[in-house]
């Protein structure tokens, strides 16, 4: 089992950055690879980045491409998203996702086995 808890979102003014956090108990973290996915109000969960066991792999959507950075701190369990020139589009609930694989499917939500809670991200002026 793992639990994960996300940190780090607030508002912004658009054009700020934000650096979230996700931290995940158990010893077996470096297993994982993780994921990072957002929900905006009346919109389907969408994927943002993912990043392998030994963060020598990533992936991110077009959307955020050149301005999200996903990152990861196996000694410390912790997986970053690093957030720049952010866009009031950007505005959503971001959660963190462990997967016990990597390839082209950690785009697809329903792959992953833990999800954190959710934190939010409000992009305005």
């Known amino acids: 089992q793992v639990q994960l808890v996300e940190s780090g979102g607030g508002l912004v003014q658009p054009g700020g950055s934000l650096r979230l956090s996700c931290v995940a108990s158990?010893?077996?973290?470096?297993?994982?690879?993780m994921g990072w996915f957002r929900q905006a109000p009346g919109k389907e969960r969408e994927f943002v980045a993912a990043?392998?066991?030994?963060?020598?792999?990533?992936d991110s959507a077009g959307s955020v491409k050149g301005r999200f950075t996903i990152s990861r701190d196996n000694a410390k369990n912790t997986v970053y998203l690093q957030m720049n020139s952010l866009k009031p589009e950007d505005t959503a609930v971001y959660y963190c996702?462990?997967?016990?694989?990597?390839?082209?499917?950690?785009?697809?939500?329903?792959?992953?086995?833990?999800w954190g809670q959710g934190t939010q991200v409000t992009v305005s002026s």
């Open positions: 158990g010893r077996t973290f470096s297993r994982y690879a």
């Open positions: 996702a462990a997967i016990t694989a990597w390839g082209p499917f950690v785009r697809g939500s329903n792959r992953y086995d833990y």
């Open positions: 990043i392998n066991y030994s963060g020598d792999n990533t």
